[in-house]
């Protein structure tokens, strides 16, 4: 077998059409493309001579097509040929890259008549592509009405129902279904659907943990937890006890609503027997993104004797459940909604640990909760602290914030705090020098570095400072002003613009108190370190 022949058989062996001279072999499934340069695209049919425009030999263009009938009837298709090398074939083409010839090789097209085909150009031209492809419900399904009709108020209600739906064992089946789930809902909060509670309820028990943990299916068992009576709630939850799954749920993201709604609208044996099942899972339950929530609605339906398990469990990890992200909330619960008596264990390791939960970007939200919701000595010992050290306390991010929330607690710890802030310009004889040397023209005694001055100049302290200007008795706020303003004169740093438009409503402040400009001498600055 020659070399031309067995390239022949592996041509042949492709049912495709290949490229005539002149045409690109672009996405052609031949793997042997040819080599020579391809010729201008410019095909001229002709139905007598059928040539075509090229530089190449007459006889070889007209090798390569077969004569074109004036009828559609039987239509010859030319298989488009390579040109056979011969001695009259294109110069250009070498020896090695000539191609053999397929002169008998076509293909027949079954025979199509000119009517057939006017009448399927006229079927595609009359089609709409934009017309939209019509959807029937499948049989078993056209008994409920479709999405309009459950949606919309404005349709009919469902030929369908609840004692239909329980006959056909298609509860799961709508309750997961968006439209089926709204529909489920109406059919148990009817009056008239009371007497089918019971079945219902075991229906839905057979497929609880997927019903309950479904993006739609939850929501009929919170309509059903809230429709069915005391005695059906407690088989219930006795029933999913049983099961198990009472942690599981709570821990998951949708299953924990379910929990949530038990809690809530169960009595007081419910809730017994459900927090029961948190023993020994209360830590893995407060620290879980959703399972806190379940813990917080436990302290906040249940009473103390109920959730007496949990808060030992905040008592035996405070300090690390203060500085987590979903434990920080539940102690937050428990300072909100226990006595004094039951959350003293956990006050007391958080007021020995006030400066380190200050600082922290999830404690210092304990602290703001006990400057709000607990005792006159709590806050105190809060206020104290802080005061301490309130120079490197006020000027963070976070404690930044508990400092604000310590300008508003009692009194006389308040005032502890302003002292320390202030310094020296806190005293009466000092401040009331000030702003009367100044309204007087005569030289005045700035005390520089004070920590009020240099948390002016503080991306965070900053607010701090404006709280003190907005609390301290005008006098002292004239001597305070004074100082920050004198202090831009030398400090490298420049004020935000909230601290500059308070600086200088309170000088025009000063200034219209008296009927004469004030020109002040030459100051006298004191500097204060540490």
Known sequence: MSSNDSFVQKQVQYSHPMFPPGYTPQGSLNKYLPTFEPQSNTYTANPNTNKYSSNQNFQ?????????????????????????????????????????????????????????????????????????????????????TPRQSISSRKEPGPNLTLEEVLGNNMVKELAVDQHGSRFLQQEIADASSLSLMPKLVDTCLLDFFNLSTDQFGNYVIQKLITTISESLLTRLVEE????????????????????????????????VSVVEEFTGHEYNCI???????????????????????LVRACGMYTLELSCHRYGCRVIQKCIEECRAEVRKPIMDVILLNITALTKDPFGNY???????????????????????NVQSLAGEKFSSNVVEKCLNGPQKAVNRLIQALLGPISKP??????????????????????????????????????????????????????????????????????????????????????????????????????
């Open 60 to 144: 070889q263009s007209r090798n390569c097509y077969t004569p074109v009938d004036t009828t559609y009837g039987a239509l010859h298709l030319p298989m488009h040929l390579w040109p056979s090398p011969s001695p009259v074939s294109n110069p250009r083409l070498s020896t090695a890259t000539r191609i053999p010839s397929f002169t008998n090789y076509h293909v027949t097209n079954p025979p199509v008549s000119l009517p057939e085909l006017d009448n399927l150009g006229s079927a595609f031209a009359n089609m709409q592509l934009n017309q939209p492809i019509p959807y029937t419900l499948p049989k078993q399904h056209q008994l409920i």
């Open 240 to 271: 999913v006890k049983s099961e198990g799954i009472i942690v599981f749920l709570t821990n998951n993201l949708i299953g924990c609503r379910v929990i949530q709604k038990i809690l809530e609208v169960g009595t007081m044996e419910i809730r």
């Open 287 to 309: 620290t879980n993104q959703n399972g806190n929530h379940v813990i917080q609605k436990c302290f906040a339906v249940c009473s103390e004797s109920i959730v007496r398990d």
């Open 366 to 388: 304990i602290i703001q909760h006990i400057l709000l919701y607990g005792s006159i000595d709590d806050c105190t010992a809060v206020i104290m602290d802080v005061a301490d």
């Open 429 to 530: 004889e000092v401040y009331n020098n000030i702003v009367s040397r100044y309204i007087g023209g005569l030289p005045v005694t700035y005390h520089q570095n004070v920590p009020i001055v240099r948390l002016s100049y503080n991306q965070f302290g900053n607010y701090v400072v404006q709280k003190v200007l907005k609390i301290i008795p005008r006098a002292m706020k004239d001597a305070t002003i004074l100082t920050i303003k004198r202090s831009m004169k030398t400090s490298k740093r420049r004020l935000g613009k909230h601290m500059v438009m308070m600086v200088n409503d309170g000088i025009g402040s000063i200034q219209s108190s008296v009927s004469r400009p004030i020109v002040s001498e030459a100051p006298t600055i004191i500097n204060h370190q540490g």
